[in-house]
């Protein structure tokens, strides 16, 4: 049996000279002579249509959008975080303008970055259509006959048997049958074609950028997200007054959030004592009771980190957590004007070092009876080194040594002037400070129980405690789901486009002159193929077996007598 032969034809475009044996086998549009276009307007428009539609567009646009994307993960946008726009402009004043008028404040829903979204999803739609079709037709269509000249093909041999070409050729019907190829006999030969999936995996891959596309579009256009800081006892229900901070896509509706409530029982916060790791959280949970719609039933759940609640189309997730010193404030006469009253502080370091203010907006009367409001800048730590051990700074995050700092003033705190500002910062433009025996800003560093007396019997404040919080997000992404599976289609449709190769084999088996079956084999595969040859013979080894090479012929007799020498050989 003759071996597998190939040639420098593998490297060239598998239709040269081929005809239907080597065209189709991939469902990519052939590629036309470039020119310009002779028909006008319509000439130009089908010109424009066939460059956006065709794959290195789509491929470029990719990129393009990809690109895109780099200034909205690098400069603050408005739909994120206001509050680090405007801190931008202000440190900003000349960039500021130019990115302005670039829309680089909002990326995603910028001309640019949308026209390019626009164009990607018309050319995959374009590029897919029409090859989606012509696949469908190769799927319903046979594969090829067999080309004349089988020798041309890169992938070839042959052999001599005396079995009969119609055992031949159903021997090889069956085996490749046998080893999944899609096979008809036609003529003299056996058609035969494989790896389908290539191209299925392709347009699978394609599919699921679109459907990704999509995702993204309807994500971005009905996501919701908002944060609430809730204390241990307190509740929430999902309107958009409770947010602390909200922010949602542009086609949102309040009608969209999903109605439900829930209560934070208790936050359950455990850290490592000791070693490398020591103050790294081992439990940061929240336990809840939440109830849907209304009249729902009361139903018991834990929220952890990266382990949300999930209620109709939301999901809450705890994503923060921190300490709420309880005060208790007096006036000058001694009335309590704010009762045991928790205020929630931020954290500013992993040990929850926190920060933050006291306000006291109503009911407080000074030494001299006028009505007055009270601030205090508050800074706490849940566990204190003690007494000329260092800094007011934490040294773990549980709660072992509780200490509260606080610095007095008193005036008009602002919150009636309409401006908003923030419940975590005390604006001292309109107060004066409470000044101590040396004149100076008068404060005090409390431990639980303990009161801090304001100068001139102005009143009181007593740290009573402290209560814990947690931060949760409430977000709704009606594209979540679909954009996952996109990802992974695309992700499986990419590897089958990669991997797996679309070939074809022909095997023809005719009587020769002398009356002996003559079997002959080819493949083809795409240029890149490198595995047509091998498969080939190992195709051509089986079918071997079942139709074995015949004996050569024996040599003619030679008639010459030894004895007497050739004309004009040397005696």
């Known amino acids: 049996m003759s071996k597998t032969t190939t040639s420098a034809a593998e490297d060239q475009a598998p239709d040269q000279g081929l005809g239907a044996t080597g065209s189709q086998l991939s469902t990519a549009p052939a590629e036309e002579a470039p020119g310009l276009p002779a028909l006008g ?62 829309g680089l404040f909002h990326v995603y829903s910028s001309v640019w970055f949308s026209a390019i979204y626009i164009l990607l999803f018309i050319s995959l ?24 000249r089988l020798t041309r093909l890169p992938a070839y041999t042959t052999w001599r048997t005396e079995a009969e070409p119609e055992q031949v050729r159903e021997a090889a019907l069956a085996l490749l049958k046998k080893r999944r190829f899609r096979a008809h006999v036609s003529r003299d030969a056996v058609a035969a074609e494989k790896g389908y999936l290539r191209e299925v995996g392709n347009l699978a891959f394609h ?37 602390d901070d909200f922010k949602s896509g542009n086609l949102f509706t309040q009608d ?41 039933k009361d139903r018991n759940a834990t929220i952890k980190v990266n382990e949300p609640l999930e209620i109709g189309g939301s999901k809450v997730y705890l994503v923060s957590h921190g300490y709420a010193p309880i005060v208790t404030v007096r006036d000058a006469k001694g009335n309590v004007v704010m009762n045991r009253q928790a205020v929630p502080l931020l954290p500013l370091d992993a040990n929850v070092t926190s ?14 009876g006028e009505r007055e409001q009270l601030g205090f800048n ?25 200490r509260l700092a606080l610095s007095a003033y008193h005036g ?103 009356g002996v079956t003559v079997v002959e084999m080819a493949g083809l595969g795409r240029s890149e193929s490198a595995k047509v040859p091998e498969e080939l013979g190992d195709l051509a080894g089986t079918l071997y077996e079942k139709a074995p090479a015949a004996p050569d012929p024996d040599p003619e007799p030679d008639t010459t007598d030894p004895a007497v020498p050739a004309e004009g050989a040397e005696q």
């Open 378 to 402: 508050a800074f706490f730590v849940p566990s204190f080194a003690g007494e000329g051990h260092g800094t007011m700074l934490s040294q773990f995050p549980a709660l072992l040594n509780p």
């Open 41 to 102: 307007v319509i000439g130009w428009a089908r010109w424009f249509w066939r460059q956006l539609t065709s794959m290195r567009v789509a491929l470029l646009l990719l990129l393009l959008l990809s690109l895109a994307a780099i200034p909205g993960s690098l400069i603050p946008q408005t739909g994120v975080d206001a509050t680090q726009v405007a801190d931008f402009r202000a440190r900003h004043e000349t960039l500021a303008p130019i990115y302005d008028k670039l």
């Open 412 to 514: 008009d705190l602002g919150v009636d002037s309409g401006i908003p500002q923030s419940v975590y910062q005390l604006n001292t433009k309109n107060l004066k400070e409470f000044k101590d025996s040396k004149g100076e800003l008068f404060k005090e560093r409390l431990a639980v129980g303990e009161t801090m007396t304001l100068p001139n019997g102005a009143g009181s404040v007593t740290f009573e405690g402290v209560k814990e919080w947690a931060g949760f997000q409430i977000t709704q992404q009606p594209g979540s789901g679909w954009a996952l599976t996109g990802a992974v289609a695309a992700i499986l449709g990419l590897a089958a486009s990669l991997f797996v190769q679309r070939r074809r084999v022909w095997v023809r088996a005719v009587r020769g002159a002398d």
């Open 207 to 243: 599919l699921a950028l679109i459907v990704m596309l999509i995702a993204f579009a309807w994500g971005q256009l009905f996501k919701s997200e908002g944060n609430k800081l809730i204390l241990e006892g307190d509740g929430f229900a999902n309107t958009l007054t409770q947010y």
């Open 125 to 148: 739609i374009g590029c897919i259509v029409p090859r989606t079709w012509q696949f469908v037709g190769q799927l319903r269509s046979r594969p090829p006959a067999a080309p004349k």
């Open 355 to 368: 920060s933050g203010a006291i306000k006291v907006m109503d009911g407080y009367r000074n030494a001299e």
């Open 256 to 296: 969209d959030l999903d109605p439900f409530s829930f209560t934070l029982n208790d936050f359950h916060g455990t850290y490592e004592a000791t070693g490398p790791n020591r103050g790294t959280p081992r439990t940061f949970q929240a336990n809840v009771t939440y109830s849907v719609g209304a009249y729902g």
